[in-house]
């Protein structure tokens, strides 16, 4: 399939026009997009609209979203005939394309008419749509995780040999999810809840803000999103220091992957945010920061005090420099190794399946410095701040946890830990009495 014109030899705008070859009839199927465009701004080579800048570049990339929505919809029409076993034509071609495209629709038809389509179009057009939840436009980040879901909806598809009906998704369906991604598959129970929960969303898009006639199951609370206690380390305050003090001045990637880590770790950002910092004075006492993912969502930004080791970091050293995230996690394990955090914890690591030769989350006993990445700065910070004492709604307000029950589950504190908080908690509040009594 590809894009031409109709009169590539005009001076003035004509139309682009979409065709495929259909093999059972040794013919090709033709379709106008109804866009049109000067020659002289279409690239031959390619097919499509050439990339220019200014108010005409502008244009052009509104012309080319357009007509590939005719070219992500026949791919569509194609897989779906390949997974349903129906014949291709080029009077069932037209017929679709027709009944898709051409303003005369019928009052009653809602669109499409499975799950998998509906969510390939909607991702197209989130970008420019308002999310009701936030009241604001869909983020790239959201719009990428509801690709990913869509993907692993099509491959379920496939491996039933049906695509899934709007209205036909209900418990049965449902049940029929979960066992494939965990039985099939061998999803953790995370990421398979983390695909129900995307579903859930995108069936009350579907059913509230585009008015299909969705199945209510999805509103059932056995259409439930399936979690497990998550199992992750954290860094104390003595092994950050032993972080901190360790020479690394013969290697400078490590050095450089260090006093990121030091930054991460005393200010609870996620790596999106301590990866992508801008310069830090030293002269500041606080940093304020717009995180990346309520940038497009509560707008809220966080004010963070810049702790003395990221202070004497850039005053010795200036900011690090700035790697992608899948680098400072490959690097880190290698810092943590070198500082000498070998002691067995537990904890999940990514190991290949000796079966499938998949790889997959293992819970298991692992030397420590396998089992730290960017995340564990986060909940370093989040834990270490709660042993202080430091309150745990000001913590929130820097982590951006919405409720305690959340937050708690997420640091890491030991019972004993917890045991020794109230102890402490206790000892102060009885001398503080005592003091008062010799006082008066």
Not at 225 to 254: C, G, M, P, R, W
Not at 373 to 400: D, E, Q, V, W
Request: aromatic share 12%; hydrophobic share 35%.
């Amino acid at each position: 399939m590809y894009f031409y014109l109709k009169q590539p030899k005009s001076e003035k705008e004509t139309l682009i026009i979409i065709q495929f070859y259909v093999k059972t009839e040794k013919a090709i199927f033709k379709y106008s997009t109804g866009e049109k465009i000067n020659p002289e701004n279409w690239d031959f080579d390619n097919r499509l609209p050439k990339t220019k800048k200014g108010l005409g570049g502008a244009k052009l990339k509104k012309i080319t979203s357009n007509i590939m929505l005719y070219d992500t919809f026949l791919e569509r029409l194609i897989d779906n005939c390949k997974i349903n076993n129906t014949p291709i034509s080029r009077k069932f071609l037209k017929t679709e394309f027709d009944k898709h495209f051409k303003k005369e629709i019928k009052e009653d038809d809602k669109g499409f008419e499975y799950l998998t389509d509906f969510i390939d179009d909607f991702v197209l057009k989130a970008p420019n749509l308002i999310n009701r939840s936030t009241k604001r436009n869909y983020n790239a980040t959201k719009i990428k995780h509801y690709k990913k879901v869509n993907n692993r909806l099509k491959e379920f598809e496939t491996h039933r040999r049906s695509k899934i009906k709007i209205d036909k998704f209900d418990i049965v369906v449902y049940d029929a999810l979960i066992q494939y991604l965990t039985d099939n598959k061998k999803y953790s129970i995370n990421y398979t809840g983390d695909i129900i929960k995307n579903v859930k969303k995108l069936l009350k898009v579907a059913d509230v803000e585009f008015g299909y006639n969705v199945h209510k199951d999805y509103e059932r609370t056995e259409f439930s999103v399936l979690k497990e206690e998550s199992i992750s380390i954290a860094l104390d305050e003595d092994e950050i220091d032993t972080l901190f003090n360790h020479d690394f001045s013969e290697d400078e990637k490590l050095q450089n992957c260090r006093d990121l880590a030091i930054i991460g770790l005393w200010t609870g950002l996620r790596v999106s945010d301590f990866l992508n910092l801008p310069d830090i004075s030293v002269k500041d006492k606080f940093i304020t920061v717009q995180p990346q993912k309520t940038k497009n969502s509560s707008g809220v930004k966080v004010v963070i005090p810049l702790h003395h080791q990221i202070k004497e970091v850039i005053k010795e050293r200036g900011m690090p420099r700035m790697i992608s995230d899948m680098k400072f996690n490959e690097y880190i394990k290698i810092v943590c190794k070198r500082v000498g955090f070998k002691d067995l914890v537990k904890g999940s690591l990514m190991v290949k399946d000796e079966k499938t030769e998949i790889y997959r989350k293992k819970v298991g006993m692992y030397p420590k410095y396998k089992l730290v990445s960017s995340h564990t700065c986060r909940r370093s910070f989040a834990t270490n701040l709660y042993k202080m004492n430091f309150p745990t709604l000001s913590i929130m307000k820097i982590t951006g946890h919405s409720s305690e029950k959340s937050f708690l589950s997420y640091i890491k504190v030991t019972p004993t830990e917890h045991a020794e908080k109230l102890l402490n908690h206790w000892n102060d509040y009885y001398n503080s009495k005592e003091a008062e009594k010799v006082e008066a």
